[in-house]
């Protein structure tokens, strides 16, 4: 019997009209371009019987809740023309996230995708592993964004979803021509405010900070986002005191802006905003080639007084 190749997996996902059902996405029109691709395809929790016996030793039981967890990586870049919808558009939105544009209805240049807690969409999701086809209905999830020096940017996306059938398949023509090839982490290509300035920066981490549960009544099982708590960590030069005493900015509960710009070009940039976090996290040293490194974070803050009341926006363009 032919075995089932590990390295042989690939992700096909759509967007849903309505929850729960299947989309039927193909590699023609829904294939994402992943790194890292995993499934957990029956996760649960057991029910146990406990009955009474005059023996030591297990009852039957059954598995309750059934979902699976898709976990994956996408690299940060643009969509190829400044206006268009990325690729990987149906995934940030199923992980909580709102799209707009600079220019609804007409010639936007920019893209926008905010965090939301209402009507959150959800998406089908094929996973092909080999020869095996777990078809996932019902999907949202989490995101998490990170980049350092000499590294490609990546979004990180866990996924929780509806278990619709796990079968054979066979893995389709896929194009992944929509995902645009990234610029990696360099001076000329990344530009990084906090608090204000441009500020050398060694390596970020932006975290959604959405919690998917899942969850049942006698008449419906879905998964629902329960909470969003974004945070943020940052490794930068360590400033001159004198220009701007971060630790000061620490202890008096200060609060400021970041915003991250990868890319120069038109149609290949990604750029985060969050107008409104504190600096909390214990500060720490580091040495990056002998130069004194400073690692601090701590909360996006979601207020209504901000440009981005939700915390934080992407931007594509």
């Known amino acids: 019997m032919a075995k089932q190749r590990f390295n042989r997996r690939v992700l096909l996902a ?15 029109l829904n294939a994402i371009l992943t790194r890292n691709l995993e499934i957990r395809p029956l996760q649960g929790e057991e029910l146990r019987r406990e009955l009474d016996k005059g023996t030591f030793g297990n009852d039957p039981g059954t598995l309750l809740g059934q979902h699976a967890e898709i976990t994956f990586e996408i690299e940060m870049a643009g ?33 926008y995708y905010d965090p939301i807690e209402d009507d959150v969409p959800s998406a089908t999701m094929y996973f092909y592993g080999d020869k095996t086809l777990h078809k996932v209905v019902g999907a949202r999830g989490s995101l998490s964004m990170s980049l350092g020096k ?43 405010t906090l608090f204000g300035a441009l500020r050398p920066l060694h390596s970020l981490t932006i975290n959604g ?35 701007w005493d971060v630790y000061a900015a620490i202890q008096d509960d200060t609060i400021g802006a970041l915003q991250l710009v990868l890319g120069t ?19 720490s040293r580091s040495s990056e080639t002998g130069v004194v490194a400073l690692g601090v974070g701590g909360r996006i803050i979601a207020s209504d007084t901000s440009a981005n009341p939700t915390g934080y926006r992407i931007t594509v363009k």
């Open 209 to 243: 900070g959405q919690t998917v549960s899942f969850y049942e009544t006698s008449e419906e099982e879905t998964l629902e986002q329960e909470d969003r708590e974004s945070s943020w960590e940052a490794s930068i030069e360590h400033p001159d005191l004198s220009s």
């Open 14 to 28: 759509a967007i849903e009209a309505t929850y729960g059902t299947d989309e039927e996405p193909t590699g023609a």
């Open 150 to 192: 000499r590294q490609y940017g990546i979004m990180s996306f866990t996924f929780m979803g509806l278990i619709e059938s796990i079968a054979g398949g066979t893995i389709p023509t896929l194009d992944q021509s929509g995902f645009v090839k990234p610029v990696p982490f360099r001076a000329a290509n990344v530009d990084f």
């Open 79 to 111: 969509a190829g023309t400044a206006g268009d919808i990325p690729a990987y558009d149906p995934l940030i939105r199923a992980a909580g996230h709102a799209q707009d544009s600079d220019d609804p209805g007409g010639t936007p240049t920019e893209i």
């Open 265 to 283: 070009t038109g149609g290949n940039i990604f750029q985060v905003d969050a107008d409104e976090l504190q600096m909390l996290n214990a500060p």
